[in-house]
């Protein structure tokens, strides 16, 4: 019991670790779209009657993916690093749902 607790401690360390390098590659790249198109910025970052400045994944992940504004060097980069990161994250996420599911089962059946 305690080899399990002390690899979900380990594991939630890491998931910590990935989670604030995305969100710091992500406000990066927030700030930059803001300094070099603040339309593009106000139309992925208003949520309603919120206004601007907020997350909104429903027009941000798209735009993560498309072809957009990518004449612009910088922001294809930022573009490139933001995707790749949410993809390390996503994958550590079903590793650790997987190796959860798989330590239930073996505790349970033993």
Request: hydrophobic fraction near 50%; charged fraction near 20%.
């Amino acid at each position: 019991m305690f080899l399990l607790l002390l690899w979900l401690l380990f594991n939630f360390v890491i998931f910590a670790c990935l989670m604030l390098i995305w969100g710091d590659v992500s406000r990066n790249f927030d700030d930059y779209l803001r300094k070099v198109n603040y339309t593009r910025w106000q139309h992925l970052t208003s949520v309603g009657l919120f206004g601007t400045g907020n997350s909104n994944p429903f027009r941000s992940i798209p735009y993560l993916f498309s072809d957009q504004d990518n004449s612009d060097e910088n922001i294809r980069r930022y573009k490139l690093r933001v995707r790749r990161w949410m993809k390390i994250v996503l994958c550590y996420i079903v590793y650790m749902v997987a190796s959860v599911i798989v330590v239930f089962l073996i505790h349970r059946f033993r």
